[in-house]
Structure formats: C-alpha cells, structure tokens
C-alpha cells in the first residue's frame, strides 16, 4: 500500500526555516497530486500546500503564502515544503498526502482533505517565541 513518509521536522526559533520532505516510493510517483497538511493541538486539520503531478501547478494557505515554497523531484519520489519565516502559529504536526491524478482535476491539485487517499505519519513541527 501506498504510504508517504515525511521527515525534516524539528524544533526552530520564530524567524528560522525548516525543510520537510515527503517521499512516495514504490509507485509511479510522477503520477500523484501531493498535499500537504498540518494539525495543531485542538484544531482541525488544514490543507497548507498543494502541487500537481507535474509541478507545473501549486497552491497555498493565505496563512503560508509567501513564506513556504512546495517543489517536487520526481527523479528522487520526492516533494519538499520549505518554511521560511516561521512563526510559533506554524507549530503543528505536518503531514503529507497522496492522491492518483486521475482523481482529481487535471493538472490542478486541492488542499480539501478529503481529495487525499494516502496519508503519512507527521512530523512535528516546534516553533519558538
């Protein structure tokens, strides 16, 4: 079964940056929207970023534009989140999802949660005041 592993979270100082990654081995990784999300203590889960199969198309929060960047390396099965600018609202557990594309719109992706079929573990992202 299809399981994204992310990795890269940690604790970091309000200001600093952190880069997480996602990696879906095993399938034909070119052929997966990726997503991803984060969940605070008592908060619901939200979408954060989103990116296309391709690359080619990408979306974000209001809260995280300009401030994260998703890229994706479909060489290394892999999608990075990089978090600049980090501030302790950032704080939460970030998870990565997976869907088929032929799943959702073409050449689009969504940050609803429900459009996701495979979900990682998290990674926990710690940020100080």
């Known amino acids: 079964q299809l399981r994204p592993v992310e990795s890269g979270g940690g604790l970091v100082q309000s200001g600093g940056s952190l880069r997480l990654s996602c990696v879906v081995s095993g399938f034909t990784f070119e052929n997966y929207v990726i997503g991803w999300f984060r969940q605070a203590p008592g908060k619901e889960r939200e979408g954060v970023s989103c990116i296309s199969s391709s690359g080619g198309y990408t979306n974000y929060a209001d809260s995280v534009k300009g401030r994260f960047t998703i890229s994706r390396d479909n060489a290394k099965d892999t999608v990075y989140l990089q978090m600049n600018s980090l501030k302790p609202e950032d704080t939460a557990v970030y998870y990565c999802?997976?869907?088929?594309?032929?799943?959702?719109?073409?050449?689009?992706?969504?940050?609803?949660?429900?459009?996701?079929?495979?979900w990682g573990q998290g990674t926990q992202v710690t940020v100080s005041s």
């Open positions: 999802a997976a869907v088929h594309r032929e799943s959702t719109t073409q050449n689009m992706c969504g940050m609803t949660r429900i459009l996701y079929f495979y």
